[in-house]
């Protein structure tokens, strides 16, 4: 009995431990907060995620669920993603000069197409100023949906694709911050530049890691959310300033809560939006056309350009085993932007008939985002497995290759 119970569990296990069970988990709560957000439990699901928590006045927390979603436990996502990094950066696939430069001119080829299409769409309306839309990539959900094609996409392309959501992330704070009129509170910044500090001191200290990094993460993060910027970025900031032998540690201690909650959760508290009635009629908008050209071929038109172009001028390098075909298919994942996108849209649009123009033209570059790029990885990777066979048949085998030279 306990040998057949073991046979149930373990398909289970192996499912639950491959990582592609994270993004399918990413799709089925999307679909799920899409379905109830506009059933008729709406406005109670919406309340939810929306509604005032009760908190003590005098201490400036997050309101909602939705934000402490978004500000604090998202930033656990980011340290894992910062931790991957660093491992990168120190000893892999990021670890020369010219391959840690390339995740930087990837993301800012693609913020900057995608921003030049939409101010093309709407160059002669007063909307322009909703350029920075497109430039987003979420790193959740694209590096999720990464995690579905499995071996389909290398290792390198992986790290490099999550490197570059992170830059293009901070990327979209310097954007809000200058253009949309994001408030930074300087002495909170300042605070959190002195904890920092702090941070790195103690970890060059050699202090084993403990209730005194944890005490100073939680006292930055308060510090950036406070400062007016992104502070789930603090997670990043933390895996950075940490010794590199301390990471399996952390990794092993909330890698599970970040694949089986704080990613459901966040897939489900920011698909909650209201499909309006009028989706095609939106969609033909300068505003809408400006938002899905910009995310599904701004994107990978960007990254793929400026990617090319510091390799031939030989400031950058590709990862290993990494194709420029591949390179083209992961910029169309990056055009899966989604929460930055959604956050620009409420400060660039006031009037709340263009904000659900903008939601909506997100919601569906996100799906042709995911269309085309599993589509694209599953068509690239049977041709390039009969170039492989093609490459080994045409391969002479020692004594061959004496005799057509004796032959020669």
Same mark, same amino acid.
């Given at each position: 009995?306990?040998?057949?119970?073991?046979?149930?569990?373990?398909?289970?296990?192996?499912?639950?431990?491959?990582?592609?069970?994270?993004?399918?988990?990413?799709? #089925?709560?999307?679909?799920?907060?899409?379905?109830?957000?506009?059933?008729?439990?709406?406005?109670?699901?919406?309340?939810?995620?929306?509604?005032?928590?009760?908190? =003590?006045?005098?201490?400036?927390?997050?309101?909602?669920?939705?934000?402490?979603?978004?500000?604090?436990?998202?930033?656990?996502?980011?340290?894992?993603?910062?931790?991957?990094?660093?491992?990168?950066?120190?000893? &892999?696939?990021?670890?020369?000069?010219?391959?840690?430069?390339?995740?930087?001119?990837?993301?800012?080829?693609?913020?900057?197409?995608?921003?030049?299409?939409?101010?093309?769409?709407?160059?002669?309306?007063?909307?322009?100023?909703?350029?920075?839309?497109?430039?987003?990539?979420?790193?959740?959900?694209?590096?999720?949906?990464?995690?579905?094609?499995?071996?389909?996409?290398?290792?390198?392309?992986?790290?490099?694709?999550? #490197?570059?959501?992170?830059?293009?992330? =901070?990327?979209?704070?310097?954007?809000?911050?200058?253009?949309?009129?994001?408030?930074?509170? %300087?002495?909170?910044? &300042?605070?959190?530049?002195?904890?920092?500090? #702090?941070?790195?001191?103690?970890?060059?200290?050699?202090?084993?890691?403990?209730?005194?990094?944890?005490?100073?993460?939680?006292?930055?993060?308060?510090?950036?959310?406070?400062?007016?910027?992104?502070?789930?970025?603090? &997670?990043?900031?933390?895996?950075?300033?940490?010794?590199?032998?301390?990471?399996?540690?952390?990794?092993?201690?909330?890698?599970? %809560?970040?694949?089986?909650?704080?990613?459901?959760?966040?897939?489900?508290?920011?698909?909650?939006? =209201?499909?309006?009635?009028?989706?095609?009629?939106?969609?033909?908008?300068?505003?809408?056309?400006?938002?899905?050209?910009?995310?599904?071929?701004?994107?990978?038109?960007?990254?793929?350009?400026?990617?090319?172009?510091?390799?031939?001028?030989?400031?950058?390098?590709?990862?290993?085993?990494?194709?420029?075909?591949?390179?083209?298919?992961?910029?169309?994942?990056?055009?899966?932007?989604?929460?930055?996108?959604?956050?620009?849209?409420?400060?660039?649009?006031?009037?709340?008939?263009?904000?659900?123009?903008?939601?909506?033209?997100?919601?569906?570059?996100?799906?042709?985002?995911?269309?085309?790029?599993?589509?694209?990885?599953?068509?690239?990777?049977?041709?390039?497995?009969?170039?492989?066979?093609?490459?080994?048949?045409?391969?002479?085998?020692?004594?061959?290759?004496?005799?057509?030279?004796?032959?020669?």
């Amino acid at each position: 009995m306990k040998r057949i119970l073991l046979k149930a569990i373990n398909p289970l296990r192996i499912l639950i431990n491959d990582s592609r069970f994270t993004g399918l988990m990413l799709i #089925a709560c999307t679909i799920l907060s899409m379905c109830l957000a506009n059933s008729g439990f709406a406005a109670a699901y919406k309340q939810f995620w929306h509604g005032d928590l009760v908190t =003590l006045s005098s201490i400036p927390l997050p309101e909602n669920f939705l934000s402490w979603i978004n500000n604090f436990l998202m930033a656990f996502f980011f340290l894992m993603a910062g931790m991957e990094i660093k491992r990168e950066l120190v000893s &892999g696939e990021l670890s020369s000069f010219k391959k840690a430069v390339l995740p930087f001119g990837a993301a800012l080829g693609g913020m900057t197409v995608p921003a030049l299409i939409f101010v093309a769409f709407n160059l002669h309306t007063s909307y322009t100023h909703g350029w920075g839309i497109p430039t987003a990539t979420d790193i959740a959900f694209s590096v999720g949906i990464a995690s579905l094609l499995g071996k389909r996409i290398p290792v390198g392309l992986k790290i490099l694709l999550m #490197a570059l959501a992170i830059i293009d992330d =901070l990327g979209a704070i310097v954007v809000i911050a200058l253009f949309y009129g994001g408030h930074i509170n %300087w002495l909170f910044l &300042g605070i959190g530049g002195l904890l920092y500090a #702090a941070l790195f001191a103690v970890n060059y200290a050699k202090i084993k890691f403990g209730p005194v990094q944890i005490v100073l993460s939680l006292a930055l993060w308060y510090a950036f959310f406070n400062s007016g910027i992104e502070s789930s970025i603090v &997670g990043v900031l933390v895996a950075f300033a940490t010794p590199v032998a301390e990471l399996p540690k952390i990794e092993k201690a909330i890698h599970r %809560w970040v694949n089986f909650l704080i990613i459901p959760l966040f897939a489900l508290a920011n698909t909650a939006i =209201l499909l309006p009635d009028h989706i095609i009629g939106s969609l033909g908008t300068t505003v809408g056309l400006g938002i899905i050209f910009g995310l599904v071929i701004g994107k990978p038109i960007g990254i793929f350009l400026f990617s090319r172009i510091l390799v031939a001028c030989k400031v950058a390098s590709l990862p290993s085993n990494v194709q420029w075909k591949q390179v083209f298919g992961m910029g169309t994942l990056a055009g899966i932007g989604f929460t930055m996108s959604i956050f620009t849209t409420m400060l660039a649009f006031k009037a709340e008939s263009f904000q659900d123009i903008a939601k909506v033209a997100i919601l569906v570059s996100v799906l042709l985002s995911l269309i085309f790029s599993m589509a694209y990885f599953l068509i690239i990777s049977v041709n390039m497995k009969f170039e492989h066979a093609g490459e080994t048949e045409q391969v002479p085998s020692t004594a061959e290759g004496k005799l057509e030279l004796e032959l020669g």
